[in-house]
C-alpha cells in the first residue's frame, strides 16, 4: 500500500457518486477563526453554504484562511448580524433547520434520517446553541461522547455529522 499522488487522487474523486444533499452550515456564536477556516474547508469539499452571524469572525481573517487552506475564497457564504435572519434566509431556500446541540429531544446523529437539504446550525464552543434559536429548529442530533468531556470540537462535530447526512441519502 502507499499515498496515491494528486493525479491519482483526482482520478478517484472522479469516480465517485455526485452528492445527494445540499447542505450549510450556520455559525451562531463560533467565535474562534481556526474553528470558522476548519468548517470553510469542509464547506468547499461539500459544496456547502456558509451563514456566519453576529461575532462570529468572517473574512478575510488570516486564521481562517490559514485553516481553509485558502478555501473561504471558493465558498459561498454571507454574514447576518441576527442569527434569526440566518434561519429565515436558510428555510426561504427550503433548508431545514438542524442544530448540532446536546440538548432536550436531541436525537443520535448516526440514526437520524436526514432531509436532503439540511442547515446545521453551530453555536458556540463552550456554551452551544442559544435557547431561543434551538426553539425555532426543526429538530437536534448529537454526538455520543464517551470521555470525560461532553462534546468533541465544533469544526469536528460539524464535519461527522454533515459527512453523515451525506452519505446516508439514498
Not at 467565535?31 to 456558509?50: C, M
Not at 471558493?74 to 427550503?94: C, M, N, P
Amino acid at each position: 500500500m502507499r499515498s496515491l499522488n494528486r493525479t491519482e487522487i483526482k482520478k478517484l474523486y472522479r469516480t465517485l457518486a455526485p452528492l445527494k444533499c445540499q447542505i450549510m452550515f450556520l455559525l451562531a456564536g463560533v467565535e474562534k477563526p481556526a474553528n470558522v477556516g476548519s468548517i470553510f474547508r469542509l464547506a468547499e469539499g461539500l459544496r456547502a453554504e456558509v451563514l456566519l452571524c453576529g461575532r462570529t469572525p468572517t473574512p478575510p481573517n488570516p486564521e481562517i484562511s490559514m485553516t481553509s487552506m485558502n478555501q473561504e475564497e471558493r465558498v459561498l457564504w454571507q454574514h447576518f448580524s441576527q442569527t434569526l435572519d440566518a434561519v429565515k434566509y436558510a428555510r426561504s431556500q427550503g433548508y431545514s433547520i438542524i442544530a448540532v446541540e446536546i440538548c432536550q429531544n436531541a436525537k443520535p446523529y448516526h440514526t437520524y434520517e436526514y432531509p436532503k437539504k439540511v442547515c446545521f446550525i453551530l453555536g458556540h464552543e463552550n456554551t452551544g446553541v442559544h435557547a431561543e434559536i434551538l426553539s425555532i429548529c426543526d429538530d437536534a442530533v448529537y454526538i455520543p461522547y464517551y470521555g470525560k468531556n461532553y462534546s468533541l470540537n465544533v469544526a469536528v462535530a460539524t464535519a461527522i455529522v454533515a459527512f453523515r447526512a451525506c452519505l446516508s441519502q439514498k
